[in-house]
């Protein structure tokens, strides 16, 4: 309490654990791909980043949930009204052009739909189609959610 720290310094720091825990994760399994023969060239050293970049959008949105959540309880309402659709939606097990063109519209406001757009091709040995956007929706969803994070938890704390 008596730390010389900001509550925007309290939520940077975990946003930014999040997303180290997330790139540490995301090297261990590019390493057991690597081993296994999956990777096509050195592009996919690339994903990395990328997944450093999606942990940021992803902890951003994680502490959304936490400034709203009452409980330990309240995180499933998280995991099955918002990632486990995300993860059907957004390109992980089949293509995004395969589904309804309404349903392709809401994929392509989705933080993973983007993450895969940029992690698949490198991982086979290409350089993926507009990084530029990819990157910039994955930048701006993090930056957004962080701010509507730390507007939230402001709020709460003043309660």
Sequence with gaps: ????VTLEDVMAGELLWAASKATLSGAAILVVIAVLGLV???LALWAVPVVFLTGLAFAALGLIVTAQAPSYDFFMYYFTLFVTPMVLLSGVFFPTDQLPPPVQAVAAWLPLTHAVALVRPLLSGEVPPGIAGHVAALL?????????ALTLIRRRLLK
């Design 1 to 4: 309490m008596n730390a010389p």
């Design 40 to 42: 096509a060239s050195p």
């Design 140 to 148: 701006a969803i993090a930056a957004i959610a962080f701010w509507i």
